[in-house]
C-alpha cells in the first residue's frame, strides 16, 4: 500500500557563514585588522534525504549541536536550504525549544493569543480553544502571571498546549518537552497519539529516548549534520547508544556511581516558613507556603516536584531574585545560579564573548576567565561553534555552555534549575561526574531536575515540592517513591 508523502527532503544542505553573520563586532574588527578571511562556512546539515509519512510520528535523535534543530527550522521554513530541495504538504505548526517565540513581558494568557494569532488564527478562533489550552497546560491562575515568572517547565507546558490544540497538520516540537514533569509527559504522550489521528505527521525532537521509543513509530538519527541511522526507534536508539561512549577521545566515559560526599553539620542554607506570594489580579497566589528545610556542607540537593509547583521560584529566592514576603532564609557563601537553559546569554554575541560576559556577571576577573576559557569551551565541547551568536545554539548547546561556565568557577553554593534537562546522554554522565567532583570544592550543590535516576544517583538528599508545600525531606529514593507514587495516584484518579 502506498502510504502518503508529507515531507519530502532531497540532499538538503543547510550552511552557516559564522564571519560574516556574526553580530560581535569586536571579532569582525579583528578579522578585519589582521586579514583573516579563512573559510568560515560550517554546515549544520549535509545531504540528508528522507521521507515523512501521513499518520507518522517521526523520532529525531543525535548529540547536541548534531544538526537537530537546523532541521526542524528548515521544516518550519523559518531556514532555507543552502542546497537540495524540501517540499511539506501542508501547514507545519513548530514549537522550537521551550516556550520560543513567548514575549516574557506578557500573560500566559495574551501569549496564547498572540501565538494562535502568529499561526494564522483570528481571535475568536483562538478564544474557542483557550479553556481547553488552559486546562491541559495546568497553570491555573499562574496564566494571568507574565512569562518571566515562569519555570521553563512551565512554559514547556504552556508551548506544547498553544501548539497542540490548534489542530496543526505538521507538529514539529524541537526539545520543547524536555522540562515537563512525569504527569505532564503521560498526558503529553496520549497527546500525540490523538494528534496522529487529525494531523498528517508529529515530529519529535528529544534527548529523552525512552520517551522516543515508546511514542514514535520510526526515529531518525543526526550526526555531525547528516544521517547516521533510520528505521524503527528501538534499532536506531540502540545505535545512538552504543556510539556515545566511542565520541570520548580524551577520556572514557565514566560508568557514575553513588556519590560518596562526607556531609559535615555545617549549615549553608537555612529557611524557616519560607513563604513567596505573587498578585494575580487582586488576589495573592503563594508560590511557595511555610518551606522550612537545611542544607549542609556537603550535600547534593534533589529539588523535585510538578511544573509550577514551586522549585524555580525556590532558587530564584536562594539566588537573591526574589525576597521572601514570610519567613526567613540564611545562606552562607557567594552563591552561583544556573537558573532555566542559557539564561542570561546575550543571543546576539558569540559564545565566547558570553564566557568574558558571564564570568564578569559573576564577579570573575577578565584575566580569571581567560586562564579559564579553554577548559570551558573544551568541556561545553564547542570548539566548532564558540564564535558563533548563541542565537545558532540549540538548547541543549546552550544548556551545555551554562553549566560549562558556571561550573568552572567553581561557586561555594551551586544551583542548578533544570539547566541540564536538554544536554544529551554523553553531557548528561559528564556534568553528573562534574557535579560529584564539585562537593569536594563547593559547599553544597542545589539541582532541581525531572530526571529521577539522576535523583536517585548523584544526590545525597532530596525534597519534594507539592503547590508551594514541602512533601518531604529526606533520603532520594524515598522522595523519588513518594513523588511518583503521588503522580500514578492522580493518573488513576
Request: charged letters at 30%; glycine letters at 8%.
Amino acid at each position: 500500500m502506498k502510504q502518503d508523502i508529507v515531507i519530502e527532503a532531497k540532499n538538503i544542505g543547510v550552511k552557516y557563514d559564522s564571519r560574516l553573520k556574526r553580530e560581535d563586532i569586536r571579532t569582525l574588527s579583528y578579522d578585519l585588522l589582521t586579514g583573516d578571511k579563512s573559510n568560515k562556512d560550517f554546515w549544520a546539515l549535509k545531504d540528508i534525504s528522507f521521507n515523512g509519512y501521513k499518520g507518522e510520528v517521526l523520532g529525531i535523535i543525535g548529540s547536541n549541536g548534531a544538526g537537530k534543530s537546523t532541521l526542524c527550522k528548515t521544516i518550519a521554513e523559518i531556514l532555507k536550504p543552502d542546497k537540495g530541495t524540501i517540499k511539506v504538504d501542508g501547514k507545519v505548526s513548530a514549537l522550537l525549544s521551550m516556550g520560543a517565540g513567548f514575549n516574557r513581558q506578557l500573560s500566559g494568557k495574551d501569549n496564547i493569543y498572540l501565538n494562535g494569532m502568529m499561526m494564522g488564527m483570528a481571535r475568536s478562533e483562538v478564544k474557542e480553544f483557550y479553556q481547553e489550552i488552559l486546562e491541559f497546560s495546568g497553570l491555573g491562575d499562574f496564566i494571568h502571571q507574565p512569562i518571566k515568572n515562569y519555570s521553563s517547565g512551565m512554559r514547556a507546558r504552556l508551548g506544547f498546549s498553544i501548539a497542540a490544540m490548534l489542530n496543526p497538520e505538521t507538529l514539529v516540537l524541537d526539545e520543547a518537552l524536555n522540562t515537563g514533569d512525569l504527569e505532564f509527559a503521560k498526558r503529553a504522550s496520549k497527546k500525540i497519539k490523538d494528534l496522529v489521528s487529525r494531523a498528517k505527521m508529529v515530529i519529535i525532537v528529544s534527548h529523552n529516548i525512552k520517551f522516543i521509543k515508546k511514542n514514535c513509530t520510526r526515529a531518525i538519527w543526526i550526526d555531525s549534520g547528516v544521517i547516521a541511522a533510520e528505521g524503527h526507534p528501538e534499532e536506531v536508539a540502540k545505535k545512538y547508544r552504543e556510539s556515545v561512549p566511542k565520541r570520548k577521545k580524551k577520556k572514557k566515559v565514566v560508568e557514575l556511581k553513588e556519590t560518596q560526599s562526607a556531609v559535615k553539620e555545617n549549615k549553608v542554607v537555612v529557611a524557616k516558613n519560607l513563604s513567596i506570594k505573587f498578585k494575580i489580579g487582586k488576589k495573592d497566589f503563594w508560590s511557595l507556603k511555610d518551606v522550612s528545610f537545611k542544607v549542609r556542607e556537603g550535600d547534593i540537593l534533589g529539588v523535585i516536584g510538578h511544573n509550577g509547583a514551586g522549585k524555580t521560584t525556590l532558587c530564584r529566592t536562594i539566588s537573591g531574585i526574589y525576597r521572601p514576603d514570610e519567613g526567613s532564609l540564611y545562606t552562607e557563601g557567594a552563591t552561583t545560579a544556573l537558573l532555566s537553559i542559557g539564561a542570561g546569554f546575550n543571543r546576539h554575541l558569540t559564545g565566547m564573548d558570553n564566557i568574558i560576559l558571564s564570568g564578569m556577571m559573576m564577579g570573575i576577573s577578565k584575566e580569571e576567565i581567560f586562564q579559564l576559557r579553554d577548559e570551558i569551551i573544551e568541556f561545553a565541547n564547542l570548539e566548532k561553534h564558540i564564535n558563533k551568536p548563541v542565537k545558532h545554539y540549540s538548547s541543549g548547546m546552550r544548556s551545555r555552555l551554562g553549566f560549562s561556565i558556571a561550573a568552572a568557577v567553581q561557586p561555594e553554593l551551586f544551583i542548578i534549575d533544570e539547566a541540564l534537562s536538554a544536554g544529551d546522554m554523553e553531557f548528561r554522565a559528564k556534568a553528573s561526574e562534574r557535579i560529584q567532583e564539585m562537593i569536594t570544592d563547593a559547599k553544597a550543590v542545589i539541582v532541581v531536575t525531572h530526571n529521577m535516576k539522576f535523583v536517585e544517583k548523584i544526590c545525597t538528599r532530596a525534597i519534594w515540592i507539592n503547590k508551594g508545600n514541602l512533601m518531604f525531606d529526606g533520603s532520594p529514593k524515598e522522595a523519588v517513591e513518594r513523588y511518583t507514587a503521588h503522580v500514578n495516584q492522580g493518573k488513576k484518579s
